[in-house]
């Protein structure tokens, strides 16, 4: 069974730029959910997608927005980039809601200049 | 408020040495914990989970509830431990969202 995919792996964006990044569940899960990891903070929650519906969200600026599409696939938005949102961005999905075993993706490598 | 505190960045022992990777939280309820890794080149995948109460590659974790904490211990250490370890949490069952400490790099010398 394929994993959790993330396009791109990598991307450099300038400030003020927005930027869509991409995530594919693993066939079946129906829970995805997105993270930051930065050395500094570590890795923050930023959503949770269940059934294209978002449950939870973290505490991040209304620059970060997301979605989740019927296949389960989702995506997440961050606009007018600022340097400080230079960070690995995690994907991980789950088969069901009330399953906590996080399956993580490779993450996303974006590099704001 | 939940918060999960891991207070060694850096750990280092020996092959063969005990290993113990300090994890304590913060949460008013009942939690959810997890240790999960990342070996080097690798995603971050799930070690163990409390409530499965299972040991995996030798490793165990007890949730100490008095104590909030949940540390990680292996009797002998193994070149292959080395890695990126996180403790985790989720504050109730069904909720996606965990709560990750900051980390404890562990490397095994040889």
């Known amino acids: 069974k394929a994993g959790v995919t993330q396009t791109p792996r990598y991307l450099i964006k300038t400030r003020g730029q927005q930027v869509t990044l991409s995530c594919s569940p693993i066939s079946g899960h129906r829970s995805v959910s997105w993270y930051q990891q930065t050395p500094g903070q570590g890795l923050q929650f930023l959503f949770e997608y269940f059934s294209e519906t978002q449950r939870n969200k973290g505490n991040f600026p209304g620059r970060f927005s997301g979605r989740q599409f019927s296949n389960s696939r989702s995506e997440m938005n961050v606009s007018t980039l600022e340097l400080g949102d230079s960070a690995l961005y995690l994907c991980?999905?789950?088969?069901?809601?009330?399953?906590?075993?996080?399956?993580f993706g490779p993450g996303t490598r974006l590099t704001v200049l | 408020a939940q918060r999960v505190t891991q207070p060694e960045k850096l750990l280092s022992v020996f092959k063969g040495a005990p290993v113990e990777l300090k994890c304590n939280y913060s949460y008013s309820g009942s939690p959810e914990l997890f240790w999960y890794v990342q070996y080097s080149r690798q995603r971050l995948q799930l070690l163990l989970r409390h409530i499965s109460r299972e040991s995996i590659k030798g490793f165990t974790a007890d949730l100490n509830k008095g104590e909030t904490s949940f540390h990680l211990k292996k009797p002998f250490a193994q070149e292959e431990d080395s890695a990126m370890y996180y403790c985790a949490l989720s504050g109730f069952q069904g909720a996606q969202k965990l709560v990750f400490g900051q980390g404890t790099r562990l490397t095994i010398n040889p």
């Open positions: 991980a999905s789950s088969l069901v809601l009330r399953d906590n075993e996080q399956f």
